[in-house]
């Protein structure tokens, strides 16, 4: 099994994010359009990948401009597979788990994809 860890700056697709009351409203009415095309909003933030799972938390600024956003967390065990998805600039890490599909996007998208499918490879064979 390999030793995983990486953390990287991202956005993550969050389905359920809201625009704060701080935000102007033709930002909102912007957002919703994004919102309901792509299934919900970019989050900026950072992605965390160790043997325990993947974890996201959102930085600062989208934490004042969203209500109600969560860290993510996704144990290593309910991982199912990872791949790489095409995304203008940076390319988007889609990872299948028990609960859905969580998708973010980082430079190096491909590596991170890779590195994460050879450790689920190696956890599920325990």
Same mark, same amino acid.
Request: proline residues 5%; charged residues 20%.
């Given at each position: 099994?390999?030793? +995983?860890?990486?953390?990287? +700056?991202?956005?993550?697709?969050?389905?359920?994010?809201?625009?704060?009351?701080?935000?102007?409203?033709?930002?909102?009415?912007?957002?919703?359009? /994004?919102?309901?095309?792509?299934?919900?909003?970019?989050?900026?933030?950072?992605?965390?990948?160790?043997?325990?799972? +993947?974890?996201?938390?959102?930085?600062?600024?989208?934490?004042?401009?969203?209500?109600?956003?969560?860290?993510?967390?996704?144990?290593?065990?309910?991982?199912?597979?990872?791949?790489?998805?095409?995304?203008? /600039?940076?390319?988007?890490?889609?990872?299948?788990?028990?609960?859905?599909?969580?998708?973010?996007?980082?430079?190096?998208?491909?590596?991170?994809? &890779? &590195?994460?499918?050879?450790?689920?490879?190696?956890?599920?064979?325990?």
């Amino acid at each position: 099994m390999t030793d +995983l860890h990486i953390r990287k +700056l991202c956005n993550a697709l969050i389905p359920n994010a809201t625009p704060s009351c701080l935000v102007p409203g033709v930002a909102v009415d912007a957002a919703r359009r /994004v919102s309901s095309k792509a299934g919900g909003l970019w989050v900026g933030g950072r992605v965390e990948i160790t043997p325990d799972g +993947l974890s996201f938390a959102a930085n600062g600024l989208n934490k004042a401009f969203h209500t109600g956003l969560q860290p993510v967390h996704i144990p290593m065990a309910a991982i199912r597979k990872t791949w790489r998805e095409f995304g203008w /600039v940076t390319g988007i890490v889609a990872v299948e788990h028990d609960e859905g599909t969580f998708r973010f996007r980082c430079f190096g998208a491909g590596k991170v994809a &890779a &590195a994460l499918e050879k450790h689920i490879a190696g956890w599920q064979e325990r």
